[in-house]
Each structure stands twice: as structure tokens, then as C-alpha cells.
């Protein structure tokens, strides 16, 4: 078993490498690098940015695996919570896209929210039960 420090050493060098390629596919992307794909290639990079965040993911699933309980447990009931804050924010701005007209907002920032979720509401989840 990994020391809490070892453990939070790997999950941020892996956080990084995936956050430093999400980020390096989408600056590329945003300076036009792709401008000039087309099908099956938009198919492609899009599948190509996606991969980054499923890193994350899995990176934070196996850091909260190698965590002691205390910790794992705190964790998933944050992530818990900050799911279902993030499905509640994504489902009201859809139904004021459908309903209001307000402006349509990508299902690709639904994964920044839910980290901005997570950071909002751990402050306030301080035990495990």
C-alpha cells in the first residue's frame, strides 16, 4: 500500500499529463490548428480531446481507490453531491435554452462544472457521514 503522500504524488504527475493534453489539443484547436478537418477527422479529434477526460476520471477513481477510508470516503460522498449539483444546473440552463431562449451553452462544460461543483461544495462536506 502507497503513503498518502506517494498516492497524491501519482494522482497529480497523472492529473497533469492528462490536464497539460487536454489543454494543448484545445489551445490548438481554438488557434485553428483543425480548422481544415473534415469527416472522418472532426470525428477523430473529437475523440482525441475526449480521451484526456476520461484519463482524469479514471486517475481520480484509482487515487481515491489507493486513499485510506476516511479520505475515500469524504471524497465520493463531495462527488456525490457535486454530481447531483452539476445535473441540477445543467438541467435547469437546458430547459431555459428550450423554454427562455437563453443561449446555448455546450455539453463539453459540463466537465468543468462539475470540478467547479466539487470545489464549491467540499468546504462544506467536512465528515463521512
Known amino acids: 500500500m502507497t503513503t498518502p503522500l ?15 493534453a487536454y489543454i ?3 489551445v490548438a484547436a481554438i ?5 481544415g478537418l473534415k469527416p472522418p477527422g472532426t470525428w477523430a479529434l473529437s475523440l482525441v480531446v475526449a480521451a484526456p ?3 482524469h476520471i479514471a486517475s481520480f477513481l484509482v487515487w481515491m481507490r489507493d486513499s485510506d477510508e476516511f479520505v475515500r470516503t ?4 463531495r462527488f456525490i453531491v457535486a454530481t447531483g449539483v452539476m445535473l441540477a444546473i ?4 437546458g430547459f431555459m435554452e428550450l423554454y427562455a431562449k437563453a443561449t446555448h451553452v455546450s455539453a463539453a462544460m459540463v466537465y468543468p462544472l462539475l470540478w467547479a461543483s466539487f470545489a464549491a461544495v467540499s468546504p462544506f462536506i467536512r465528515t463521512s457521514h
Open 31 to 35: 488557434t485553428g490548428a483543425f480548422d
Open 74 to 77: 469524504l471524497t465520493a460522498k
Open 53 to 55: 477526460v476520461i484519463g
Open 90 to 93: 445543467a438541467s435547469v440552463w
Open 6 to 20: 506517494e498516492n497524491n504524488k501519482k494522482y497529480f504527475i497523472r492529473a497533469s499529463l492528462y490536464m497539460g
Open 24 to 26: 494543448a489539443v484545445n
